[in-house]
């Protein structure tokens, strides 16, 4: 299975074209990005912050989870396995279509968990059974390294789903809810049944309810639910990019 990953891997390289193009301009308009399960196991999908149809931005015969949007919003992190194998890491560019691998050496043993940015998008952490790793973000190729002490410590709130610009608190799992937890150490209940917490640009922050997905403004105002139609199948794992700020101009 590992041999079919690498010549599918191959093969979306040499044939790929942008996921969004006609849809949406990374780095540019806002978009989710999210899983869903399909015939083959599961592939991500977008979808606009209006709602409507989901684009499927992958369609490999494996599973893929835990993406998470650059800060600029021009690629995808996120993990594949292969049926009965181990989680490995991968970037979907989503200017070009390209995909990536980033390897773990294998002295560490180690398998991936999920990633993260750093907020100036220069570097990717890597939660793997064996520690955090840093990986230097393309087009930099610099071997990945094991992160130590307050470094590694530091990077822990990359991992956070934070409220804020600047960040004031994170959300948490709490009973079968979510809560938020503050610089104080107190927690407040957010949302109960809920799952999946989501940062929402820097004023708002959204949740699964189900397959529903809420989208709630921290300053208070209306709930809204994302309408997505058709409605994919068992839909997680959300992560969003607002898009550009407008220019002084307009």
Known sequence: MRRELALLSA??????????????EPGRDPYAVFVADTPGGSDLFAILPSG????QLTFSPVEESSPTLSPDGSTVLFMRRASGGQRSVWLLNLLSGSE????????????????????????????TT????????????????LMTGREAASADSSFLVL?????FAAVTACGN?????????????LAAPAHGAARWGADSVGW??????????????HTRILEWSP????????????????????
Request: hydrophobic share 40%; net charge positive.
């Open 11 to 24: 093969v979306v390289a040499g044939c790929s074209l942008p996921p969004l193009r006609g849809k949406a």
């Open 52 to 55: 409507g149809a989901p684009i």
């Open 177 to 189: 809810g979510l809560c938020t937890l503050g610089a104080d150490g107190v927690s407040t209940p």
């Open 130 to 145: 064996a520690g955090v790793a840093r990986f230097a973000a393309p087009p930099a190729a610099v071997a990945p390294a």
């Open 231 to 250: 409605a994919p199948l068992n839909p997680r794992e959300l992560t969003y990019h607002p898009g550009a700020p407008p220019s002084p101009s307009s």
């Open 100 to 127: 990536r691998e980033l390897r773990l050496p294998r002295a560490w043993k180690a398998e991936p968990e999920r990633g993260a940015w750093s907020a100036d998008g220069r570097t990717i952490y890597v939660r």
């Open 208 to 221: 699964f309810e189900g397959e529903r997905f809420t989208i709630r403004p921290l300053g208070g105002g």
């Open 163 to 167: 409220l804020g610009a600047p960040g």
